[in-house]
């Protein structure tokens, strides 16, 4: 099999390269409302569940404990959450939306939608459905 047609039926190759559209429309979408795409998901999920700890944050999201310390930082120094101490643990932190982050937050959910939208624009509603269920089993999401 030639290489060309070898990546073209790499389920890795058509993943990386949709993530780098959606990244790229993400980016571009999320600029007009001020938001970098690293906090993005931070915010999805504390408009979802608001004053969890920064690791249980961090587990969400599946991103190591350092990335999400950063994007929590970037999170505070825009304003969007602020740190508050455990009352469980001394060594834990519970991350809060301020009133900006909820606000901010509010603005996601249509971009998300809009982005998705766009990317998948060539697929009717029932191949929208199927691609959606099949990459939550692959991911080992089991939908909500």
């Known amino acids: ?6 990546r073209e039926n790499s ?7 949709l993530a780098r559209d959606i990244d790229a429309k993400m ?9 970098d795409t690293k ?9 979802e569940e608001d004053g969890i700890k ?5 587990e969400k999201l599946n991103f ?15 304003g969007f959450a602020e740190r508050q101490p455990d009352p469980e643990s001394r060594r834990s932190f ?5 009133d900006a982050g909820r606000k901010k937050a509010a603005q996601l959910p249509s971009i998300v939608k809009q982005v998705n939208d766009d990317v998948l624009s ?3 509603k029932q191949e929208k459905s199927e691609v959606i269920l099949l990459l939550q089993k692959v991911a080992g999401i089991v939908p909500s």
Request: net charge positive.
């Open 54 to 58: 920064q690791r249980t944050l961090g």
């Open 1 to 6: 099999m030639k290489t060309k047609a070898i």
């Open 39 to 47: 906090i993005f998901a931070n915010l999805m999920v504390l408009s």
């Open 122 to 124: 060539e697929l009717n």
């Open 64 to 78: 190591p404990e350092y990335f999400t310390s950063r994007n929590v930082d970037a999170l505070v120094a825009a």
């Open 94 to 98: 519970l991350i809060f939306l301020t």
């Open 11 to 17: 389920f890795g190759f058509l993943i990386q390269t």
């Open 27 to 35: 980016k571009l979408a999320l600029k007009e409302v001020d938001v």
